[in-house]
């Protein structure tokens, strides 16, 4: 069984910064896809950005100029580097890794962002 586990969270006045980091078991490299997402409350999750076994970023509109995901290849994490936050961003935030047809997530670090 593939674990996921995220740290990082915490509280930060808005416009400060944060890093998320996310360890799965096994190497990062053998998911296809890793990838960070968030829930704000009351609110769907939706997808925040993502890094491939090749090392092909992505981010949401959202985020993109704010927001940095990254692998660290010996920490064996993929981590999520988060600047000028703003009180929307405050959710909790899940990783999940993605291997062919399988998925693997996380059970989410709480984000808060205080105006």
């Known amino acids: 069984q593939v674990q996921v586990v995220e740290s990082g969270g915490g509280l930060v006045q808005a416009g400060g910064s944060l890093r998320l980091s996310c360890r799965a078991s096994?190497?990062?490299?053998?998911?296809?896809?890793m990838g960070w997402y968030r829930q704000a409350p009351g609110k769907q999750r939706e997808w925040v950005a993502s890094?491939?076994?090749?090392?092909?970023?992505s981010a949401s509109d959202s985020v993109k100029g704010r927001f940095t995901i990254s692998r660290d290849n010996k920490k064996n994490t993929v981590d999520l580097e988060m600047s000028s936050l703003k009180p929307e961003d405050t959710a909790v935030y899940y990783c999940?890794?993605?291997?062919?047809?399988?998925?693997?997530w996380g059970k989410g670090t709480l984000v808060t962002v205080s105006s």
């Open positions: 096994g190497s990062i490299f053998s998911f296809n896809v």
């Open positions: 890094v491939t076994s090749g090392g092909s970023t």
């Open positions: 999940k890794a993605a291997r062919s047809a399988f998925e693997y």
